[in-house]
C-alpha cells in the first residue's frame, strides 16, 4: 500500500529559531494522527507546513495524487496546489471565522468548494449543501442563514460540511474542538469519527487536549521544541510513554 | 483652449495611460494598474472614463458623452464641455456620428462600428470583490483562474430572490480567460459586448483600466438551470415605441401615473424623428 | 496464534531520577486456536501488564510478540491497529467510548470497522445486548451513564461482535450476577469452539476452572531484582 502522505525531514525556521524541524512519517489510507505538545511546541507550524499555509525550508512533503500517483507537495506549482487544497485536501481551522466565509449563506458556504470545482448546476449544489448540512446535524431549514447567526458549534460542523463535500481524502485540524463546550466537543468527536470511518479519511490533528486525541487518533506524534520527541499507537504513548517529556504531560492532565 | 495641454493630460501621462490601455487590449478582461491623476472633477464623476478619453482623441474626434444613456444629465454634460474647452474637439449627441463615446451605465441602443471607441467610467473594477476583501487574493484568483467564488454570488441571490437578481454590473467572462466587472450596465446590454467597436474600462479611484477588443467573445456567468436572462421592464417605450430598447421608469404624478421611456436618449429621439410613436408620444412631442 | 518469546518489560520513569523499574522478565507462553489460558498470580504479579503488552499498549521491552503473523513488540503502529481491527479483541475492565454515542452504535462499531454491512452490524449487536440482559430501552443511550455492572456487559459486548481469531480477556466475570456471568462463560465457550485463542485473567475460580484449559502464573516472570 502507498502511503497517503509521505514527510521527510521537514523542517521550518523563523530566521534562527526552530518552528519545527526533522519531522518524518508514513501516514496510510484511512489513518488518523494526533499531534499533540504544548503552546510553541511546533505543532501548528508543522500542520501549516504540511498544509501549504508555509513553505518549509527543508524536506518533502509527498503526497498521493488521484491523477500522478506521488508528489511533492512543496515542490509543484502553485496553482496544483491550491487545487489540492480545495479538492483532496481540508483544512478543519480552530476558529470556524478563519474558515469560513461569514457574510455568506451556509448553503453558500457548503457550495463555494463545488463550485470551484466547476459545478455550475444550482439545483445540484442546493441539493448536496442540503445533505451535507444534515449530516452535521444542523437542520436544513437553516440553509439561507448566515453563519453569524449560529453557535459556536454549529460553526464548527458547518465548516467541517464546507471542507468535506469534495470528498477530500486528507483532512488536516487545527485544534478542532478548541474553544468549544465539553458537551459540544463530544458530539462534534461524535461526529468526526463517523465521518472518518465512512469516508476513510485520513486526518491530521494538532490539539493539546489528550483526551480528543485518545478518541481521534490512532497514532500520536508528541513534539517539544520543534522537535518530534514520541511517537506511536496513540493509547501506546499515553499509557507507557516513554520519553520524560511526554510522561510529564501524560501525568499533567487531570484525567484523560 | 489655450491653456491647457491638449485633453488637460500631459503628453506623458498620456503616454503612460496609453501603454495600459494597449496592454488591456492585448490581454482580454484583465485589470492594468495605471497611475491614475487627479482630475479636476471629484472621484464617482467619472475621473477613470475621463483619463482613458483624455488619452485617445485626437484633435479630429467626434465625441459623445452620456450618463444613464442620456445626453443631457449633469455628468454627460460636465465631461462634454471638460473636452470641448480642454481638448477643442467636436461634440455631438447622435451615436453614430461620434468617434470616441465616454458612457456611464450604459451601452447605447444603435449598433456601433469598427472605428468607434467606447469608454465605459468603472466605480469598482473587481468583480471579485464582493466576497474577498484581499486584493493580494483577488489577483492570485484571477492569475489561476479560480473563480468559484463569482459563482458564489450568483447561488446567493437565487437562494435569497429565487432568481439571479443581479440586475447591473453583471459578471462576464471575457474570451474564456478572465472574469470581468463590465461597470454598472444593465445586464439588458451585456450580450451587446461582443461588438464591432472597442471598449476600454477606466476606474480612477481604483486606478485599473482594462479592456475588451472589438469582436471579441463576451459570456455572462450563470447556472446551468437558471441561464442568463438580459430582462428589462416589459413594456414598449411610452414616447417613441420600441420594444427593444432599455427603459427608465418614471413617476409622472401623485396618482401613481408613470411612463417607461428609452434611457438612450439618442436612440429615442431619432425614431420619433422617423415618425415612430408611443402611447404618450403624440403630446409629450 | 498467540506466541510469546523473553519478553521482558520495565518502565523508566524519566521526571524521577530516571528510576528504572523492571516488572517483567523472561515471559514465554504459546496460545493455540480454540485454547483458552488463564494467567495467574497474586495482584500486582503482572497480570495486566503481560495483556497489555500482548495488545500492544505497553511496549515491550525486549523480545517477540507475535499474534497471528505479527511482531506486537517490534509492528507498525498501523499493523497494531489492523492487527486489532481483524485479529485480536480485549475486553479491559474499563469501558472508554466517545460520549453520546448510543450503546448499540458502541457495540457495533468493531464490526463496522471490519466493514459489515450498517444492518447487519446492528442486528449483531442488538442480539449480543439482548443476550447479556441490557434493556432494550437503554440501547439509544450512551453507556457513559450506565451502573458499573452494566458498563462491564457492554464491554464485554463490544468485544464479542466481532469473531476475533484471539481474545484477550481481563476479568470478564468480575461484578456480573450469576445469570450474566452465565452468558459470558457461554460466550466464551463458543469463541472457543470457533477456534479463538484466548488469554484471560479470571479471579472467579469456577469461571477460570469452567473455562481455561490451563494456567500460567505470571509469578515466574517477575524479575527477581524487584522481588
Redesign the interface.
Known sequence: MTPLLQVKNVAKMYGARIGCTDVSFDLYPGEVMGIVGESGSGKSTLLNSLAGHLTPDRGEVIFDTRADGPVDTVTMSEPQRRMLSRTDWAFVHQHARDGLRMSVSAGGNIGERLMAVGDRHYGSIRERAADWLGRVEIADSRIDDRPSAFSGGMQQRLQIARNLVTGPRLVFMDEPTGGLDVSVQARLLDLLRGLVREMGLSAIIVTHDLAVVRLLADRLMVMKDGHVVESGLTDQVLDDPQHGYTQLLVSSVLQV | MSDYNFAYLDEQTKRMIRRAILKGLAVPGYQVPFASREMPMPYGWGTGGVQVSAATLTPEDTLKVIDQGADDTTNAVSIRKFFERTAGVATTEETAKASVIQTRHRIPEAELSEDQILVYQVPIPEPLRFLEPRETETRKMHALQEYGLMHVKLYEDISQHGAIATAYAYPVKVEGRYVMDPSPIPKFDNPKMEMAAIQLFGAGREQRIYAVPPYTKVVSLDFEDYPFEASKADHPCDLCGAEDSYLDEVILDDAGNRMFVCSDTDYCRSRREAGHSGRLGEEAA | MIELNNVSKS?????QG?AVIPVMEGASLSVKPGECVGLIGASGAGKSTLM?VIY????AASGSVMVGGTDVATAE??E??ELRRHTLGYVSQFL?V????ATLDVVAEPL??VGTPVDAARDKAASLLAQLNIPERLWGLSPTTFSGGEQQRVNIARGFAHDYPALLLDEPTASLDAQNRATVLELITGAKARGAAIVGIFHDEAAREQVCDRFIDVSAFTPRSAA
Not at chain 3, 518502565?11 to 521526571?15: A, G, Q
Request: charged share 20%; glycine share 4%; proline share 9%.
Open positions: 518502565f523508566t520513569l524519566h521526571n530516571s497489555r500492544g499498549n505497553y511496549l503502529p498501523r497494531i491497529l472508554r466517545v460520549p453520546r454515542v463496522l470497522a
